[in-house]
């Protein structure tokens, strides 16, 4: 399988992690300890651990969703911009922010990410959103 098939396939399982909450796919998405550099600190998590945590952001924005772009130029550092938007279940206020992420990978899984995010209320210009991670890159005229 080639280097953007194996990333295609890994970045599609874990849309349905984040998306639809499918954490039995995270056995095959994530290395068993995976280094995470981001606003909790630098710190290295069992997939469990970090199935718990997306479970509980899940909670926290049931309404959550979440548009990244992709960069596939090297299958040893992909990266995405994302932007993430939710109701705040308490308020009903709409929320959002945004934040780079990038990752390594290793045997087709996660092994380790360095997430940057932006302040709450961020956004990025929308035209260049996708919808899914996978998705083609938007056309430019």
Known sequence: ????????????????????????????????????????????????AYAAEIAKIRQERPAYGLLCTIKRSRATAPGSALRSKWTDPKTGEARSRTGMQAYRIEDGKLAKTRLILQPLGSAWNDAAAQAQWTSPPPCRK
């Open 1 to 48: 399988m080639s280097n953007e098939a194996v990333m295609r396939n890994l970045f599609d399982r874990w849309e349905l992690v984040w998306h639809e909450g499918q954490f039995g796919l995270i056995p095959e998405c994530v290395a068993p300890n995976y280094l995470r550099h981001d606003e909790a600190g630098d710190r290295t998590v069992t997939r469990e």
